[in-house]
């Protein structure tokens, strides 16, 4: 049986010679401890053997091999944990005591931080630096020669140095034989000095108060004096400058009237400095610069524009009820010409002009544009058209001869002559300035009804102007039920092909475009109710027998796909207009059957609004190019096309016959869809110039979505069947003679269509590469060997042989334990410095409470 922990004990500290009697030397094994240190080593180890909870052991996996150490087998994790908390309270603690903390003492004593010292050395050591310091000071105080810790201290005499550095007959000597050098000589002393002593100034005597304000005033005095005398020197060269310009004056104009005398005599400079002059000159009488008024904004010119309407329709009705206006008061005639006297300012511009919203009824006389003149003074125009008036209305004064004044004649010689309107009537007669926001369509064509075209957007403009947003929280609404009811005049408008030709008809589209943009949900649901008007037609036309008559296609179908393209966003992938506008597009294009020129007329125009519809989104439209395919293969005659060719529907021919050479093909325009005579009655020059231009049309269509498309990968299968049908039309025409001068405005076109297609998908097909399976990295079998090294070695961690790359690995291993070891520290710091701060916080609140409870005590004990 073992003996216990005691026993063990007791005989440890007996063998070391702790216990027991320590005088008998009969016991060789009692070794006793030589010094005290020995002594508490001895006693350390003794209680490191007895306290084996300190010591921690990691067990091997593979046990002892052959007698192999392992670092870190075997540790004292509780010393470890203590040393490092002992490191931590004398660094990490103190910063954290000084944190936040400024005018600490520091102490700078020689040897105060130096726990080696004893307090005797330090105190010799500052004894001897202090003595060392003294003998210095007391050494070098009165020495001559020392120069270089003590420069300023030189004596000097009279402002000489008494330094024994310098020679008295050196070459800087006053007695030397160099006496011409006078910048090298010494300064010698003054000749008034008499060496009595009686001229040696004593030290300076403290000025009084009195005394130092009499020499700042004193100072002020003067500088006051040489600033006034500055001034006068100034003054006095100005006037002398005046006083001499007549003479300069002269000269300049003397030199000038030289140089034109004699041009070649005069230098080149002189010429330059002339020039200078004349400019200068013709500077002085350039007008300056005015400041301009301030930008206006939106709302204010909007309120500008309404009331100046307001205004013009009051002296409109006062000029058609006979009244005086407030401007005729004064006696003044308003229309009367100007005189040579006048400044300008007593004669008005006519308002209305400048906004361009008509001239009323008394003005449409005098309403001329000059063409092939610019008028550069706007009061010359002005008083132009006041003559103007004067002439027409019979108000000018006659000459002697009963003729008129010459200035009415020259301005009757330039009187253009107006262009002859639909209704062989004047624009912007008989309007007025005001109308009501309608809110219903037979309002608005009671309104503009009875007016042409020019005169509707004057009164369409006006509206606006007097409806705009800013002038009344009403007229958002108002607008906002206007704008559909402008876009149902606007498309009855197209539907009649005598407004279709005006050029004025784009502006109405344009106020449609703006109102749009200012009320686009009103509006987009405005051109959803056209598209469904248009939808139940179209279906109705389908469904149609090939006899009845059908309301499909007007002009105002065409007109509403065009607009939509114009206004709305095309590119988007779902558009709530722009979506249904290209389905019901793309319906016509592959179910409304193609009997006339129009209906073919109108397929040519839906295939260039798809191309301009995908112009930045480049989507591939299948209705498109099929109806393109079948137009073409409409102009081959049935006899052309090769056996097997596949039709999937019958396709009416366009039968065109005779010599068509001198036909010059034009744009398609929108009525041309109303053209219903039968594709195989082709027989007027203006029915072949139509269909043959209707198949040009169909080309460059084919053409642009070939630019557009030729990006896809599924070009060649898209347009190969166009080319198969070009190369078919070019077959026929170069077989038959009278085929080819049928056709003949359009083969060239042709041609070239087919070569560049060939072109296109060749290149296409050269790109392509065949379908292949998907190439996979070689999966290898899986081995279940073990892998063995022939010289493997305990110590050895890395088989690599490649040198660089396992040092590169071993630095790798050391980057990556410092830094654990260094994350491992930061979070002992991290935890030291928590527990330092909840003592420190717990520290505060007892005594803060036992403040409290003292506090309390002394309360109670004084009630």
Partial sequence: MGKSQLKQLKERLKTSGFTGQTNIKKNPKRVPAATRADKDEMLMSIRAEFNPFE???????????????????????????????????????????????????????????????????????????????????????????????????????????????????????????????SGLKRSTPDHDYTGDGSDIEGPERKKSKNEVMKEIIAKSKMHKHERQKAKDEDLEEIENLDSEVNDLRALLFKSSASASTQPDSMPSDANRDTEYDEHVREMAFDRRAKPSDRTKTEEEIAEENAKKLKELEAQRLRRMRGEVSEEEDDGTPKGRAPQADDLGDDFLSDDAAGFGFGRGLDESDSESELEGEEIEDSEVEESEEEETDNVDGGNFEPSEDGQPLPMAQAILKKRPTKKSQSDNSEPNTGLAFTYECPSSYQELQSIVGEHNLENQIVIIERILTLHHPSLNKDNKGKLMKFGPLLLEHVLALADESTQLNNNSFNKLIQKIHDLAKSYPESMAEAFREQLTIVRRRLQAAIVADSGQPTDYPLPSDMLLFAVIGVIFSTSDHFHLVVTPAMLLMGQHLAQFPVKTAGDLAAGSLLTQLFSRYQSLSKRYVPEAINYINLSILSYVKQSAIPEGFPLSQTVTKVVIEGNNNSILLRNLQLPDIMCDTPLTSMSTPAEKQLVLSILKSDLNSLKTFSSLWKGKDAYKEIFEPSLDLLEILETELGKSSKRAATLAPISKTIKDMGDLLRKLIKMQTVNRKPLALQQHKPIPIATYAPKFEANYSVDKKSYDPNVQRQEISKLKAQVKKERKGALRELRKDNAFIAREKLVAKKKKDREYHEMLARLERSVASQG
């Avoid at 010393?79 to 000084?98: A, D, F, M, P, V």
């Fill in 55 to 181: 010591i921690k052991t990691t067990r091997q996996k593979h046990g002892d091999i052959l007698g192999r150490r392992v670092q870190g087998a075997v540790g004292k994790p509780g010393l470890s944990k203590q040393i490092g908390e002992e490191n931590r309270r004398r660094t990490l603690k103190r910063e954290l005591e000084r944190k936040n903390k400024v005018g600490s003492v520091i102490d700078r004593r020689f040897g105060e931080n130096d726990p080696t010292m004893t307090p005797e050395e330090r105190m010799l050591e500052r004894f001897t630096r202090e003595r060392q310091a003294r003998s210095s000071r007391s050494s070098t105080l009165f020495n001559l020669e020392d120069d270089d810790m003590y420069e300023a201290d030189t004596l000097t005499h009279y402002g000489q140095s008494l330094s024994l550095d310098q020679d008295d007959f050196g070459a800087n000597n006053q007695f030397s034989d160099n006496d011409d050098d």
